[in-house]
């Protein structure tokens, strides 16, 4: 797992959901010094703290793992326009995306 992304994946979240690193921290019950050097790379984010982080964000381990500059050839691609005003609409979407991926993905195994 490509701690690097990881990091940025985080924070990028962060930003989305306009959430802030201590508010974060108390989720995954770390202090807010912790998180910060697990977010710039000073710290290893350990399994326990990984687990945590995706339960808050709702991704997988592989999600956060993902390189957004690298898009499978098999993703479907999308476009949002304006933005998602809340965690809720965000955690939303990202379940219709994973209903479209599975979609495919069952599409492409019944033509094989």
């Known amino acids: 797992m490509n701690n690097t992304v990881v990091i940025e994946n985080i924070k990028k979240w962060l930003k989305q959901t306009k959430s802030s690193q201590v508010w974060l921290a108390e989720q995954i019950q770390v202090s807010p010094t912790m998180l910060s050097q697990m977010l710039k790379g000073e710290r290893k ?39 998602l005003s809340s965690r809720e609409s965000t955690r939303e979407f990202k379940k219709l995306l994973l209903d479209i991926k599975s979609y495919v993905d069952l599409e492409a195994m019944t033509h094989e």
Do not use: W
């Open 45 to 83: 984010i350990q399994t326990k703290h990984l687990i945590g982080i995706c339960k808050v964000t709702g991704m997988t381990p592989n999600q956060l793992a993902k390189d957004e500059n690298k898009q499978d050839s098999n993703e479907p691609a999308y476009v949002l326009m304006g933005e």
